[in-house]
């Protein structure tokens, strides 16, 4: 019998962040026995565990040699031939040297990355010392997949120095576009000179590269060899990562949709670490005191010495300002309203997410009331299942809305990227009576279904259920089941994303416990999931039975664009009936893409798709002045025949359930988000047809007697 591991869930890939700060670009972090025992702990765990067996050998080898390359240099701005020369020395002995735990390949490339960066910075900086000749023709070509590398230093200057002057002649571009527009409004308004523009042009340039480096300088050693190990977990499929204890937090927090502190959203400008954004009833938001763009300095635990944190890279501040429940830190902040500088004493608490959290909204059309329900992702803390999840949420606003007589239901998966498979589970429950939801397979194993054991439907009205191409994993099984009983129409892109595979995350510590400190976790793709109908989401997603024209209709894009994507296939079906919910299901579906077929915004939104897809596709840019200026003028010639596309107004007001108003009394901020949420749903073309197609289905009075007993 195999090991199974706790809970599965899905979830879209993270990957790390560089948002952090300093001026040198650091190696002191690098633990030698470390990084040997976190490659020797995942090599075990992925061949003993993971989906797919895989062989260390030549081809793996090749993989890591070139993920491991171009993730550190994805531009070619670092790397020659002559470096790759000497790093083929172990292009087909990388899958040799991690069955010995050995990492001489990483060693050899990271440090000569760190010198690369070093004279990166100088470089830059001395060819935006003076204007570049923009009467000369030549072109950049900006698809790195396809470009070379620079075959010596001088030619990777010159490709520095053609990568530099076209953001400098795209910021000419923006600046000269700013004046004309100003121009237009004041007669008396005077232009600058084309040569004032290019010298502040580089000077922006300039600053950019200074910020970018800074952020790069505050990386350490373990952020890069993230970068290596994930080149190799990618080997086995895209969706398996490993997670630095940073990034493995991060996760969490997002997972859980809740994280304990001051709720405060930080940003890292320059050397200060600026607030963002309060989080809607956190407590930062409740003490009153701390303000968005508000400078933090120091930071003290209590009535602890206040550590200055000017300087300090921003993952570790927070970890300074973050903390448990009922614990109290001091801030020292300059203020932006009058630079004063002020302490600010804040009980940190939990902070719940909002924008993480179900949210819904009632609109009534042709005298009849609807629910939207707006779900962001599949939620759940896997550290205590008796808080909020998605499901309990999404059951409970279910309920509000019954109380005020909607008489059809959209839920909205748009741009949900995936979650927990156990909350997929169980939101499907609440549409059917019960029944198999999903199918999920083991290696090596027969596929067991997933069944809603509970007989209760929480929802036995018309639904609809809103996806896109960004709507993954857990989204995935959720649509799919509805399509399968007939439950449901799914209204949306043409297909989700086709991310059909299950990953765990598994806490390294776990299986080298006498290493002190924490190594990190790695997320690995243990199942693959099936529809009840026995074919695979992996790969193909779910097809909508209203397929609308999208901006990234046309685009490469989903899990099949994705190298070393798993492929799809099908096991055999599930037993179920079909809910036989609707009485005119496939006239609702015609009449739709007949108003579809024939509307002309949505026509017009499948041009620009075309039109999107071709300028994908162009990726040669002259750095001549003026041909890049016809060239743009030309392309912005073109681009406004679509200024208006997703122009719209639906007419409906939207508004928030009787519950939130009391809320609002407490809470403005979220009044206002709701606001803005409201007026966008009016403004959505999308949300208009889903609700055109709720408004026209009937349910079977067979079902309907089903629901009531």
Same mark, same amino acid.
């Given at each position: 019998?195999?090991?199974?591991?706790?809970?599965?869930?899905?979830?879209?890939?993270? !990957?790390?962040?560089?948002?952090?700060?300093?001026?040198?670009?650091?190696?002191?972090?690098?633990? @030698?026995?470390?990084?040997?025992?976190?490659?020797?702990?995942?090599?075990?765990?992925?061949?003993?565990?993971?989906?797919?067996?895989?062989?260390?050998?030549?081809?793996?080898?090749?993989?890591?040699?070139?993920?491991?390359?171009?993730?550190?240099?994805?531009?070619?701005?670092?790397?020659?031939?002559?470096?790759?020369?000497?790093?083929?020395?172990?292009?087909?002995?990388?899958?040799?040297?991690?069955?010995?735990?050995?990492?001489?390949?990483?060693?050899?490339?990271?440090?000569?990355?760190?010198?690369?960066?070093?004279?990166?910075?100088?470089?830059?900086?001395?060819?935006?010392?003076?204007?570049?000749?923009?009467?000369?023709?030549?072109?950049?070509?900006?698809?790195?997949?396809?470009? @070379?590398?620079? +075959?010596?230093?001088? &030619?990777?200057?010159?490709?520095?120095?053609?990568?530099?002057?076209?953001?400098?002649?795209?910021?000419?571009?923006?600046?000269?576009?700013?004046?004309?527009?100003?121009?237009?409004?004041?007669?008396?308004?005077?232009?600058?000179?084309?040569?004032?523009?290019?010298?502040?042009?580089?000077?922006?340039?300039?600053?950019?590269?200074?910020?970018?480096?800074?952020?790069? =300088?505050?990386?350490?050693?373990?952020?890069?060899?993230?970068?290596?190990?994930?080149?190799?977990?990618?080997?086995?499929?895209?969706?398996?990562?490993?997670?630095?204890?940073?990034?493995?937090?991060?996760?969490?927090?997002?997972?859980?949709?809740?994280?304990?502190?001051?709720?405060?959203?930080?940003?890292?400008?320059?050397?200060?670490?600026?607030?963002? &954004?309060?989080?809607?009833?956190?407590?930062?938001?409740?003490?009153?005191?701390?303000?968005?763009?508000?400078?933090?300095?120091?930071?003290?635990?209590?009535?602890?010495?206040?550590?200055?944190?000017?300087?300090?890279?921003?993952?570790?501040?927070?970890?300074?300002?973050?903390?448990?429940?009922?614990?109290?830190?001091?801030?020292?902040?300059?203020?932006?309203?009058?630079?004063?500088?002020?302490?600010?004493?804040?009980?940190?608490?939990?902070?719940?997410?909002?924008?993480?959290?179900?949210?819904?909204?009632?609109?009534?059309?042709?005298?009849?009331?609807?629910?939207?329900?707006?779900?962001?992702?599949?939620?759940?803390?896997?550290?205590? !299942?008796?808080?909020?999840?998605?499901? +309990?949420?999404?059951?409970?606003?279910?309920?509000? !809305?019954?109380? &005020?007589?909607?008489? =059809?239901?959209?839920?909205?998966?748009?741009?949900?990227?995936?979650?927990?498979?156990?909350?997929?589970?169980?939101?499907? =429950?609440?549409?059917?009576?019960?029944?198999?939801?999903?199918?999920?397979?083991?290696?090596?194993?027969?596929?067991?279904?997933?069944?809603?054991? %509970? @007989?209760?439907?929480?929802?036995?009205?018309?639904?609809?259920?809103?996806?896109?191409?960004?709507?993954?994993?857990?989204?995935?099984?959720?649509?799919?089941?509805?399509?399968?009983?007939?439950?449901?129409?799914?209204?949306?892109?043409?297909?989700?994303?086709?991310?059909?595979?299950?990953?765990?995350?598994?806490?390294?510590?776990?299986?080298?416990?006498?290493?002190?400190?924490?190594? =990190?976790?790695?997320?690995?793709?243990?199942?693959?999931?099936?529809?009840?109908?026995?074919?695979?989401?992996?790969?193909?997603?779910?097809?909508?039975?209203?397929? !609308? @024209?999208?901006?990234?209709?046309?685009?490469?894009?989903?899990?099949?664009?994705?190298?070393?994507?798993?492929?799809?296939?099908?096991?055999?079906?599930?037993?179920?009936?079909?809910?036989?919910?609707?009485?005119?299901?496939?006239?609702?579906?015609?009449?739709?893409?007949?108003?579809?077929?024939?509307?002309?915004?949505?026509?017009?939104?499948? %041009?620009?798709?075309?039109?999107?897809?071709?300028?994908?596709?162009?990726?040669?840019?002259?750095?001549?002045?003026?041909?890049?200026?016809? &060239?743009?003028?030309?392309?912005?010639?073109?681009?406004?025949?679509?200024?208006?596309?997703?122009?719209?107004?639906?007419?409906?007001?939207?508004?928030?359930?009787?519950?939130?108003?009391?809320?609002?009394?407490?809470?403005?901020?979220?009044?206002?988000?709701?606001?803005?949420?409201?007026?966008?749903?009016?403004?959505?073309?999308?949300?208009?047809?889903?609700?055109?197609?709720?408004?026209?289905?009937?349910?079977?009075?067979?079902?309907?007697?089903?629901?009531?007993?």
């Amino acid at each position: 019998m195999k090991t199974k591991f706790i809970i599965p869930f899905l979830a879209i890939t993270l !990957l790390f962040s560089n948002s952090v700060s300093s001026n040198t670009f650091s190696n002191n972090d690098n633990d @030698p026995d470390k990084d040997r025992i976190i490659v020797y702990v995942l090599k075990n765990i992925l061949s003993r565990y993971h989906y797919v067996q895989k062989d260390l050998n030549d081809d793996f080898s090749e993989h890591v040699y070139n993920t491991f390359i171009d993730g550190l240099d994805p531009s070619k701005r670092y790397f020659t031939q002559e470096d790759l020369k000497e790093f083929s020395q172990y292009k087909y002995q990388i899958d040799n040297q991690l069955k010995e735990s050995n990492i001489d390949f990483y060693k050899l490339v990271y440090n000569r990355f760190l010198e690369k960066l070093t004279i990166a910075k100088k470089n830059y900086r001395t060819l935006l010392e003076q204007p570049f000749n923009f009467k000369k023709d030549e072109v950049i070509d900006i698809d790195y997949e396809k470009v @070379p590398f620079a +075959k010596n230093e001088t &030619e990777l200057i010159d490709h520095w120095r053609k990568q530099l002057k076209l953001s400098v002649l795209s910021n000419i571009e923006d600046a000269e576009a700013q004046q004309n527009e100003k121009a237009k409004k004041d007669k008396t308004f005077k232009k600058k000179t084309f040569k004032e523009l290019e010298s502040e042009a580089r000077k922006k340039v300039l600053k950019n590269m200074d910020d970018l480096y800074m952020r790069i =300088g505050e990386l350490e050693n373990s952020d890069w060899y993230s970068t290596f190990l994930n080149s190799i977990v990618s080997g086995f499929d895209p969706h398996t990562t490993y997670m630095s204890p940073r990034i493995k937090t991060r996760f969490d927090q997002e997972m859980s949709g809740k994280l304990e502190g001051i709720g405060a959203r930080l940003q890292k400008k320059g050397i200060y670490t600026h607030i963002v &954004e309060l989080i809607s009833g956190g407590p930062a938001w409740k003490q009153g005191e701390l303000e968005a763009d508000d400078i933090i300095l120091k930071v003290a635990q209590g009535d602890g010495e206040p550590l200055d944190i000017v300087g300090m890279r921003l993952d570790d501040a927070i970890k300074f300002i973050k903390g448990k429940k009922g614990t109290e830190v001091r801030l020292t902040v300059k203020k932006k309203i009058d630079g004063s500088i002020k302490v600010i004493p804040i009980i940190r608490d939990v902070v719940e997410l909002e924008e993480t959290f179900v949210k819904s909204s009632i609109v009534e059309k042709d005298g009849k009331k609807y629910g939207i329900i707006n779900l962001p992702r599949f939620y759940i803390d896997f550290n205590d !299942l008796s808080r909020r999840d998605a499901a +309990k949420d999404m059951e409970r606003e279910i309920e509000r !809305l019954k109380s &005020e007589n909607v008489k =059809g239901l959209i839920v909205d998966l748009r741009d949900n990227g995936g979650g927990s498979l156990k909350t997929a589970i169980e939101i499907g =429950g609440l549409f059917i009576k019960k029944g198999p939801i999903v199918q999920v397979k083991y290696r090596g194993e027969e596929p067991l279904v997933k069944n809603d054991t %509970d @007989p209760k439907i929480q929802w036995g009205g018309p639904l609809v259920v809103m996806v896109n191409e960004f709507s993954a994993s857990a989204s995935e099984i959720f649509a799919a089941a509805m399509q399968d009983y007939k439950r449901g129409i799914i209204i949306g892109g043409k297909q989700t994303y086709g991310k059909g595979t299950v990953q765990n995350v598994l806490p390294i510590n776990r299986f080298y416990e006498q290493y002190p400190d924490d190594l =990190g976790a790695l997320k690995m793709t243990i199942q693959k999931f099936y529809r009840i109908n026995g074919g695979s989401t992996q790969i193909e997603g779910v097809y909508s039975d209203i397929s !609308l @024209p999208s901006r990234y209709s046309y685009m490469d894009f989903g899990e099949r664009d994705l190298d070393g994507a798993l492929p799809w296939d099908k096991v055999q079906q599930a037993k179920y009936t079909t809910t036989n919910s609707y009485r005119n299901f496939t006239d609702v579906v015609y009449n739709s893409k007949q108003r579809v077929t024939s509307d002309e915004k949505f026509n017009k939104i499948n %041009d620009y798709a075309k039109w999107l897809k071709k300028n994908q596709d162009e990726r040669v840019y002259s750095l001549n002045y003026e041909t890049f200026k016809k &060239e743009s003028e030309a392309k912005n010639k073109e681009a406004e025949k679509f200024k208006d596309i997703f122009k719209f107004d639906s007419h409906l007001t939207f508004n928030s359930p009787k519950y939130e108003l009391d809320l609002f009394k407490k809470d403005t901020v979220l009044k206002d988000k709701r606001t803005v949420w409201h007026k966008n749903l009016q403004k959505d073309i999308y949300m208009n047809e889903a609700l055109n197609v709720l408004s026209e289905l009937k349910m079977n009075e067979n079902y309907n007697a089903i629901v009531k007993h």
